[in-house]
Structures are given as C-alpha cells and as structure tokens.
C-alpha cells in the first residue's frame, strides 16, 4: 500500500484524522456539517482564523476535528441568495477550474464536472485509458485547494485497515491509541480501485455515504469538505476487482477524460516536454471557501417543474426496454444538487433544464446496465438516456428542446 499526504502551509501533519470520538465533542456535532435547510453567504471579510476552519490544530500526532459555530446569516431563508453571493461562488469556481486547466490541457468540461461534485458534496470515479492524465487531473484539484490531501495507490495486497486506520498498543500508556489512515483527509486520491480486493473497496462505503469511519466499535468522523476521487483502467481487467453496484451508486458521477485533440496535444509538448506545470501549481482557495461555496450552492433554487422532469428522467431508465438496470433514487439525488452547484458556477441562482440535461450521462451512465438482447444490437446507455430527454417536454415549454 502506498500512502501519499501532503503538508500544506497552515503546518499540517502527514498523517490526519481525529484520534477518537471522545475528542470531538458531541457525538451528533459535525464537524464542517451543515443542516439541509442552512444557507450561508459568503463572506469574504470573515477572519480566517484556526477557530474558523473545519480542520485546525493537532493532537496527539493527528487532526482534532472542531465543530463550529452556526454563523447568524445560515438562518435566513434559502431564497434571500443575493447576486455577489453567487457572483463570488462563480468567481471562485473559475479561479479553480483554470488553475487546474494550466496542467490538465484542453479538457476544461472535465474539470468543472470534478468541481461541481466537490461543492455538491459528492465523490467521483475518473475512467479512461492509461495516460489520459486522471491521476494528474485529481492530484491537480487537490492542489489547487489549501486543503489535507491523501494518495493511495490501491493494490491486491492492501487491507482495510491500511485505508482506515488501525489501532496500535501503546505500552506507556496501556492502551490502544488510534492511528488514523489516508482516509482522513478532505481530498482522497484512491488511484487503480478495482485493483484492491472486495474487502478493501468496501471499506470505503461508511466513509464515502456517512463521512465517518467506524473501526474497533468507535466512530470517528471525517473532515468537511470531504471528496473522494477514484481512479480505474477500463481495458485491463486482469488481477482486477469490478466495483458492485452498491460502491458504483455512491459515486455522484463517472467522467471520463479522453485523447486531446491534435493542437492541444502539441501545446502538452511544450508545455509539458521539459518540466511539468504541474509542480508549479499553488492553492487558490481554501477550505473555508470550498465550505461556503457548498453552502451557496444548496440554496439555488430548483422549481418543482424542474424536479418533476428529474424524477420523469430517472424514472424512465427503470421502465425502459433495453435497460435492465435503471437509475437509483440516489441519482435523482444527485442530479439536483449538481445542477445547484452548476447554475451557481453560471452565475445563476436557478436550475434550469439545460443543467439538467448536462449532467444526465456522467451521473445516471455508470448506474444502468443494458439487457444481454440491447447489447447484440449495439445499443449503448447514451443513446438510451438521449432517447429519454427526447421524449420528456422540457418544463415551461411545449418543445422536448431545451432552449
């Protein structure tokens, strides 16, 4: 197993994570969380002290995960988003997108895809060929981020435990003291998953559903904003475990790179040929800024026409003829808080159906699977899923376009 973490400027140690839950406070206080109905302003005059950050100060050789306190303005109501509030969300959303874009070349709609489920509070599989750059595009979004941030390269041999962490006998102490493992980080880079066991991949599905890790009967809960990016080879399944169903619906979205076109690939070369810009990169934003951004986000407004055509969308994966597998209600999930998230990037503070019909394929592809008969055809799940959104009336018209 190999672990990689990162110590930013703020003297963060290598190795993070709550050492018990003891340490944290109440057991119902969340670090980082917000309640479904908070909606907070950004506030770019607010101090960015210790006291502020949902990840400050060590303890006992790991992160003491703080609660803060709710901020006045998380009271008011989710339509009162005023313009420089979404205004500042998009400011800061292209900051990130262009700083990871000066690495990952011409593949602008791939990033802004991985950063609208990071503030839409998700977590993303990046499938492609060898090569492509989907270790360099997550590492590239960590950086860009003033964040903790942890690389683990998944392996047959790996444990659980190397992903969670595991209790060791402290014999001054006569006790077992917890050592947290790369899980505990608000960026984790799992890089080749389906290459670790069953067993291991599983390990992640308390921590990516619920943000916590439960080991030895106590549970300790991660820190906010918390993402995980995972990787995979889609063409060499030797010594590979497929990811199931259950691990596959808890991505928010499948993405995948693809080849640069022709004069993109000739600016890697000189812009990549000598040194990489990737050790150029520096953080744009912080964690403070990734927290109110999700907090923007979930106080866009969604009409109940748009939600309608969300349900109508996942409901006809299900009813399909050539899909034996349709959406998960998770997904119908997911599409709306994604759509918040991009209407906040466009400067809007309203989903419209074209945020809807952009997100449909990363979302709602990995969670369907055609029937054997569909397959011999040559159908595939995009021309199903473009099938549905030609069907569906787009909401407040009488065309099934968008417009």
Do not use: C
Not at 217 to 238: I, S, Y
Not at 373 to 387: K, T, Y
């Amino acid at each position: 197993m190999t672990a990689h973490g990162s110590t930013k400027p703020n003297g963060l140690p290598q190795q993070n994570g709550p050492t018990d839950q003891g340490q944290q406070g109440p057991p119902n206080a969340r670090p980082g969380a917000h309640d479904s109905d908070d909606t907070p302003g950004l506030d770019s005059s607010a101090p960015r002290g210790a006291a502020d950050d949902p990840i400050a100060g060590a303890h006992n050789g790991g992160l003491s995960v703080k609660s803060r306190a709710k901020e006045p303005n998380r009271e008011r109501h989710l339509s009162e988003l005023s313009a420089q509030q979404i205004e500042a969300f998009a400011e800061r959303f292209d900051r990130v997108a262009s700083n990871v874009e000066t690495v990952i070349q011409g593949k602008r709609d791939v990033v802004e895809l991985v950063l609208l489920a990071l503030v839409a509070e998700g977590h993303v599989l990046v499938e492609d060929v060898p090569g492509v750059g989907k270790t360099q595009l997550a590492k590239s979004v960590a950086r860009s981020i003033d964040s903790v941030f942890q690389r683990v390269q998944f392996t047959p041999d790996l444990l659980p435990s190397d992903v969670t962490g595991v209790s060791v006998w402290d014999r001054n102490r006569n006790e077992f003291d917890f050592k947290p493992g790369p899980i505990f980080a608000n960026l984790v880079v799992g890089d080749e998953i389906n290459r670790a066991s069953p067993k291991t991949q599983s390990a992640l599905l308390e921590a990516m559903e619920e943000r916590q890790v439960t080991s030895d009967g106590t549970t300790r809960l991660l820190p906010l904003p918390f993402m995980v990016m995972a990787t995979q080879n889609p063409l060499e399944h030797e010594g590979t475990y497929p990811l199931p169903e259950a691990q596959l619906d808890r991505f928010m979205m499948r993405v995948v790179i693809g080849y640069p076109s022709r004069q993109k690939e000739l600016e890697i070369l000189d812009t990549h040929g000598v040194r990489s810009t990737f050790l150029d990169l520096e953080p744009v934003v912080s964690v403070r800024d990734i927290d109110e951004m999700i907090s923007v986000a979930r106080g866009v407004t969604v009409s109940q026409s748009v939600k309608t055509y969300i349900v109508d969308l996942v409901e006809g994966t299900r009813h399909h003829a050539d899909v034996l597998l349709g959406a998960s209600p998770r997904s119908a999930l997911f599409l709306q808080r994604l759509s918040r998230a991009r209407a906040a990037s466009q400067g809007r503070e309203y989903v419209t159906p074209d945020d809807i019909k952009a997100l449909a394929h990363p979302v709602l592809e990995h969670r369907m699977a055609l029937r054997p008969e569909a397959q011999m055809r040559g159908e595939s799940l995009p021309e199903v899923i473009d099938e549905l959104m030609t069907r569906l009336r787009v909401p407040g018209t009488t065309s099934r376009i968008a417009t």
